[in-house]
Each structure stands twice: as C-alpha cells, then as structure tokens.
C-alpha cells in the first residue's frame, strides 16, 4: 500500500509539468489557409508620423516567408522580414549587409538546430505567429489576439525603439495590443529532447510499477470478498477505493505525453488530440483521491489501534 502510494506521487511529478504547461499554454490561431495581398493603410488609422515609421496594415492574414521583406514608408530606411524561424526587424536598406538588426523574435530552436520550413503570419485576429510546417505548431507568437477589432497596423516607434502592434475599429483610430519590449516563452523551452525523453522514460517505469502494486491490492481485496461470501469491512473498502484510483491514474500517467495534441510543437511524442489530452487531464485528476483515501486509512489505524473501537462503530 505504501510501494503503490509512493510511485503514485513520483510519477505526479515528473509529469505535472509537461501535462499542465500544455493545458495551461495560450495557443495561437490555426494556421493561415489563405495568402490575402497586404492592405495599404488610410492615414487617418496611423499613428503621429514623426515618430513612427509604418511597416504594414492588415484586414486579412499578412504571410512571410523565408526571405519575404515589408519596406517602411514614412519614413523609409526600415524593413521587417522573415529568416530562418525568426522575425527580424533592420534599420537600412533591403540587402545592404550595413544593415543593423534592431529586434527579433525568439528563434524556437529544436534539438539545436533552427528549423527552415518556416513563416511568418500577421493574423486578422492581430496575433503575430511565426509558424513552422516541419513539425506543426508554432515557434513564437506576440500573444496579442483581439478578434473583437476590426483591422490592425504594424509600425517602428523611433522614439521608444520597438515594434509596436496597433488594432482599430470605426470609434478607435489605434489602440496597442503589443509591443516587441514584451517577452513570450515557448513551452518547454527549458527542456532538451533528452530531458523530455528521460521525463516520459521515468514516468512511464514508475507509474508501470504501480499499476502493478494497485492491481495486486485490487487482486487481494476482490478475491478475499469472493472467498468469504461477505460485505467487505471498511478497511477493504477504503483499500479498494485508494486503489481503484490510483490504477486509473497510474494508466493515464504511462502515456506520458503521447495524448498531447501532435501539434503541440517542442513537446517530444505528442500524438493526440484536444479529447485524449482532455480524457488524460480527466483521469489525472481523478488521481487527487488517492491521498484522501490514505488520509482515511490513517484515520482508520488511529481509530482501531490507539483508541481500541470497533469495526461497528465504524
């Protein structure tokens, strides 16, 4: 009972972190199905011009690809492009390796090596994404989404020296939602593909181990009821109940990160859906009730042992 109760909790562990930091993540829209032409802007939706230069307008989805350039206008002297899984922003002119690199976004980078089926989308929901088609998902995103607006403009401040993402409507000429001094962190960016393979490997052995130690206390306690022909006293029930539980945590757990939705880029054997990684969640939680049923147990021993009461008054 303890052997069960204790690999329970390490397999919680070791993978609470890669379950719930999918769950808990923020995800951008799905990818763009359509190449709509950039939008010129009307001036009456930009922002003062004397201290920003204007990169690009977009009502629709704005797409780069690898090497795609958008030049500013008013003033000119500015250029956004796409280049190897990042989004990067130059001061000069389109070409000229004098250029100086003012921003980019966070390369996500992959068992160290950059990714190259990349691009970049300016989303009419106003997310920016870089997106990758290797292996689906997504590397950055400003995390920006206002679906509620109507359109949104891309500009450089000169003055604060950042990118600054603006959204509109009929009542609103321009209202920020997103400015490059924001960080974003991909999920499990701190994890190599070793340690998420040696997370899963361990979480897999330890929570094998206690399917067996559930299974066998589930064993005991079902057949002795069959063998007596009786109702089961309360310790066997608050036995089977703890691991009745924990055998269905346990499961949940083996699967380690293979429920996560396959799309989940930077996450190691994702193979799912949004209903197994749901159905995974489901069973985990249900996993909390172990603990209850030993506190239960201890209650139990407290009972018989230190103040000698008996099954009846149970």
């Known amino acids: 009972c303890c052997y069960s109760m204790m690999a329970s909790f390490f397999k919680a562990a070791l ?26 802007t009307a001036a009456s939706t930009l922002p003062p011009s004397n201290d920003t230069a204007f990169l ?31 989004l990067q922003f130059f001061q000069g002119e389109v070409g000229n390796s004098s250029s100086i690199l003012r921003w ?24 920016i ?20 607006e109507q359109g949104c403009f891309l500009v ?20 920020e939602v997103w400015n490059s001094d924001q960080d974003w962190v991909p999920v499990n960016a701190e994890l190599s593909s070793i340690d998420q ?32 022909k009786r109702l089961l006293d309360t310790r066997d029930r608050l036995l089977l109940g703890m691991s009745f539980l924990d055998f269905l945590a346990s499961v949940a757990h083996a699967f380690a990160a293979t429920p996560i939705p396959e799309d989940s880029f930077g996450i190691i054997g994702a193979k799912g859906n949004t209903a197994t990684c749901a159905a995974q969640g489901f069973f985990i939680q249900v996993g909390f009730g172990v603990p209850l049923y030993n506190a239960m147990i201890c209650i139990y021993y407290l009972l018989i042992i230190r103040y000698k009461k008996k099954e009846s008054f149970l």
């Open 56 to 86: 690009v307008e977009c009502s629709g989805s704005a797409i780069l690809w690898q090497g795609d350039t958008i030049e500013s206008t008013n003033p000119k002297g500015f250029y956004l492009t796409h280049n190897a899984g990042k």
């Open 156 to 175: 450089w401040s000169i003055s604060r020296e950042r990118l600054e993402l603006y959204a509109y409507t009929r009542n609103d000429p321009g209202n």
């Open 15 to 40: 993978t609470f972190g890669t379950v719930t930091s999918f769950i808990l993540q923020e995800t951008a829209s799905s990818f763009p199905t359509t190449t709509p032409s950039l939008i010129p």
């Open 129 to 148: 994404v870089v997106y990758t088609t290797d292996v689906g998902g997504y590397l950055w995103s400003s995390q920006s989404s206002s679906p509620t």
């Open 104 to 127: 980019q976004s966070t390369g996500y980078t992959y068992d160290g090596n950059e990714l190259e089926n990349t691009f970049t989308s300016i989303q009419e929901d106003h997310n």
């Open 197 to 228: 393979k040696l997370r899963s490997l361990a979480s897999l052995i330890s929570a094998t181990l206690s399917i067996i130690g559930s299974g066998l206390l589930i064993g005991i306690v079902v057949s002795r009821w069959i063998k007596d």
